[in-house]
């Protein structure tokens, strides 16, 4: 059993802290002493345009209806909540409920944002969009914007990950993108992020940056947030009126944090609900080989903002290891850093062995394949379940009183080929089994 | 405090240094630790020795968003070599005690946020740095830094770009000190065949809300673009072309490149900008 988490301080303490006012729509550029623009100036002008583009186009009747539109008629919104009553078992006998995210067009939450933001580059006259990706899912999700709006995408990517993710390489160029392999640096999300920021300077006139996180330089996480807090909203009222009351706890994972951002930001105001978001843990704490950002870095600088950050002694950022390539990131969004620091959602590790145990027990008891991502937050639930379970039988409740909203951020069949390496369910002479072998010694 | 810590500035008077003998100064840019800490200060040496007024160490970073191919190269090469960043201190004190040239830091934020912006301001001082140039810090964010570099009479070098409105570009101007670093063109740095005509209406725009002294940066690798700078800028600033001469022909290559680049310093007229 995990000891019991550092924040969520007890009701009392949030609701003292509510008093002074809203922890929703919190505008930027400041989360706490978070946040900011720690950016090359050839680019403030560019981040300005945007700020105001967003300012104005949330404000516009006509913006929130194409949003809406788009998110109903494009995406599938809203996405279901079910409840997973077999999976429920195995986490105390709490009752836990999926928010479905993996059920969007894309197979993740990640399309409420491209969307959003392709549909800001049209405002803003750009004609072209980069993002940066790591196994692919964002690519994917701006490849896909990008084609039904009629912009042309360039997508940065590492060059290892290419190689691994060749499948996802094909889905991005069959939706008409181009994708860069990148070779500078450590070759990974962070260097592919660093090539897309180089891109944007040289073609900031045509160009927007369509960041695939909560994170970067104002206003880019206060404005993802705005495009994924339709997921919290929606899980809010659904379990109102599915149950007609309020999750005790919603679980998250974080890797830049915008799925997590998206649906904590329903339940922030909440006093009574707890919030949990789960880093990836890698191979464990004590190797060194994670990215839990929030529970061992260090405040520092990077990608424009002042957050959480894998560094060492000189600032120099550390590569993070995980089986998810999507938590795969040695830093974190600057609205998480502050909401760790207040003390209102607590922040734990979940090891890819704990992950992927719940990423098998999810499919096996609910015929639901989800995105290792997601498996973190499903880990993170079954703790937290389990927790919850133990304080009510201290005080003579009962665990099945107690509701848990998991935010499923990704469907898994992208994920299909590690799952099946991890669980050696491959012939060894099998074509796949040879690129997983690859993979392993990446 | 900031009119008093301008009659002190290192930078400032290197560049005024030049103009008064009728030239635009030269800027030299090395990365520390490239490759290795001993070469940085011989070719340090070698830059001021040629004709360089100024020489500006890059402190190895592992996310350099500025940096093009060239230079990424020669600063992962240093990280990998462990190069580790109180070590900019030892190139500095190596460079500052053995010539005249102002030698200044460039370096990414955060290796100062983690070491503490105070304390490297005052170990750079103890080196006898003049100051730093911040490619990706704006005077937005800077409060801390403004109070270390007055505390202990750092310069404090920010950028300007083509795309910076005029209010940037004054709070940019005001904010700074020593020298102002004009961005030549939306882009990274890397050697370019020609400096874009945007460089020249950059430092018009920097010299209009009252930047004294201008400098200009990125693309330029010869001594026929130094000579067209020189003609309307206070500097010219050579990065890549440097690092590219140290990776291919080392310190002795530094050294001609340094005294061929210095050819087209004077300007042509002879006159200075402000005779012009």
Redesign the interface.
């Known amino acids: 059993m995990a000891d019991a988490p550092s924040g969520n301080a007890d009701n009392k303490a949030v609701e003292a802290f509510l008093q002074g006012g809203s922890l929703k729509h919190a505008p930027g550029p400041y989360f706490g002493s978070f946040g900011g623009r720690w950016m090359p100036e050839s680019l403030i002008a560019a981040v300005d345009e945007l700020e105001e583009t967003f300012d104005k186009a949330k404000d516009d009747p006509e913006f929130r209806a194409q949003v809406a539109d788009l998110n109903k008629n494009y995406s599938g919104r809203p996405s279901l909540l079910t409840e997973a009553k077999r999976f429920s078992t195995h986490a105390g006998g709490v009752r836990i409920f999926l928010k479905r995210e993996d059920l969007n067009h894309t197979g993740s939450h990640k399309i409420n944002n491209v969307l959003g933001q392709a549909l800001l580059a049209k405002r803003m006259g750009k004609t072209r969009v980069i993002a940066e990706t790591g196994a692919g899912q964002h690519g994917v999700a701006s490849a896909t914007a990008a084609a039904l709006m009629g912009l042309e995408c360039v997508v940065y990517m590492g060059a290892e990950d290419c190689r691994r993710q060749a499948l996802n390489v094909a889905r991005m160029e069959l939706l008409g993108a181009t994708v860069i392999p990148v070779t500078s640096g450590s070759q990974t999300l962070k260097d592919a992020i660093n090539d897309a920021l180089r891109d944007w300077v040289a073609n900031v006139d045509n160009t927007h940056y369509l960041l695939g996180t909560a994170a970067g330089a104002h206003p880019f996480p206060a404005m993802v947030r705005y495009f994924h807090e339709v997921i919290g909203e929606e899980a809010r009222a659904q379990i109102l009126d599915q149950e007609g009351r309020l999750p005790d706890a919603v679980c998250a994972c974080i890797g830049g944090g915008s799925n997590a951002i998206g649906i904590f930001h329903g339940f922030l105001d909440d006093p009574s609900v707890k919030i949990y978001g789960f880093e990836a843990g890698g191979d464990g704490m004590e190797t060194g080989r994670h990215a839990a950002t929030i529970t061992l870095g260090k405040p520092g600088v990077l990608h424009g903002a002042r957050s959480y950050l894998m560094q060492d002694d000189d600032g120099q950022t550390i590569e993070s290891h995980s089986i998810s390539a999507g938590l795969d990131y040695p830093g974190v969004g600057p609205e998480h850093s502050y909401l760790s620091d207040i003390g209102r959602v607590s922040y734990e590790p979940i090891t890819d062995r704990e992950a992927m145990e719940a990423f098998r027990l999810l499919c096996r008891t609910e015929g639901i394949i989800p995105a290792i991502e997601s498996a973190h937050a499903l880990a993170g639930a079954i703790k937290v379940g389990q927790r919850m379970a133990e304080e009510a039988a201290a005080i003579g409740g009962a665990a099945q009183d107690k509701i848990v909203i998991v935010n499923l951020s990704g469907r898994g069949d992208k994920d299909v080929a590690t799952a099946a390496e991890w669980f050696d369910l491959l012939d060894k002479d099998s074509a796949e089994a040879e690129i997983g072998k690859e993979g392993e010694q990446l | 405090m900031a009119s008093k810590a301008q009659t002190i500035s290192r930078s400032a008077a290197a560049i005024d240094k030049a103009r008064a003998e009728g030239r635009a100064a030269l800027i030299g840019y090395l990365p520390a630790g490239y490759p290795s800490v001993e070469e940085t200060i011989a070719a340090g040496i070698a830059l001021a020795e040629n004709g360089a007024d100024l020489i500006e160490i890059g402190i190895p970073?592992?996310?350099?968003?500025?940096d093009?191919?060239v230079i990424?190269a020669a600063t992962?090469e240093a990280?990998a070599k462990g190069f580790?960043?109180r070590q900019v201190f030892d190139v500095v004190a190596g460079i500052t005690s053995k010539t005249d040239a102002a030698v200044l830091v460039m370096t990414y934020?955060?290796?100062?946020?983690?070491?503490g912006v105070d304390e490297f301001s005052r170990r750079l001082s103890e080196a006898g740095g003049a100051g730093l140039i911040t490619?990706?810090?704006?005077p937005?964010?800077a409060a801390e830094w403004m109070e270390a570099s007055d505390k202990y009479g750092l310069d404090r070098v920010?950028?300007?770009?083509?795309?910076?409105?005029t209010e940037?570009m004054q709070r940019?101007v005001d904010a700074s000190r020593g020298f102002v670093y004009a961005?030549s063109i939306?882009?990274?740095t890397g050697a370019r065949t020609s400096v874009s005509t945007a460089a020249k209406d950059v430092v018009a725009a920097a010299h209009a809300v009252g930047a004294e002294r201008v400098c200009v940066g990125l693309g330029v690798c010869n001594a026929g673009q130094v000579r067209e700078i020189a003609a309307y800028a206070e500097g010219v600033i050579v990065g890549t072309a440097l690092v590219a001469a140290i990776r291919d022909g080392g310190v002795e290559a530094v050294a001609a490149l340094t005294k061929d680049l210095s050819t087209g310093l004077t300007r042509e007229t002879g006159l200075t900008r402000e005779e012009a």
């Open positions: 970073y592992s996310d350099p968003v500025m093009g191919q990424q992962t990280l580790s960043v934020w955060n290796p100062v946020v983690r070491m490619p990706d810090l704006i937005d964010e920010f950028l300007v770009a083509p795309s910076s409105t940037r940019t961005v939306m882009g990274v």
